[in-house]
């Protein structure tokens, strides 16, 4: 699979980058979803793309503090 679709917040990195992709991408949005599920806000935060990308490339995202350790091994 190569399209480029989806909501930008949950993309996975190898949508953002252009690269044939997996159902592994479904996992990630699942723990991006999940994420926000038990924070109340999204793991990756910006007003466009041009900052969100560079996060999710990254895995750049705050640790919920207040999971236990079994709930942010899931996310």
């Not at 560079?54 to 999971?67: G, Q, R, V």
């Amino acid at each position: 699979m190569k399209t480029c679709a989806g909501t930008p917040y949950f993309m996975a990195p190898e949508i953002i980058q252009s690269k044939p992709y997996s159902k592994a991408c479904d996992i990630w949005s699942l723990g991006c979803v999940l994420y926000m599920l038990v924070c109340g806000e999204l793991p990756f935060m910006g007003t466009s793309t041009v900052q969100i990308y560079p996060k999710i490339l990254t895995a750049d995202y705050k640790k919920p503090s207040s999971c236990s350790e079994q709930c942010t091994d899931l996310i």
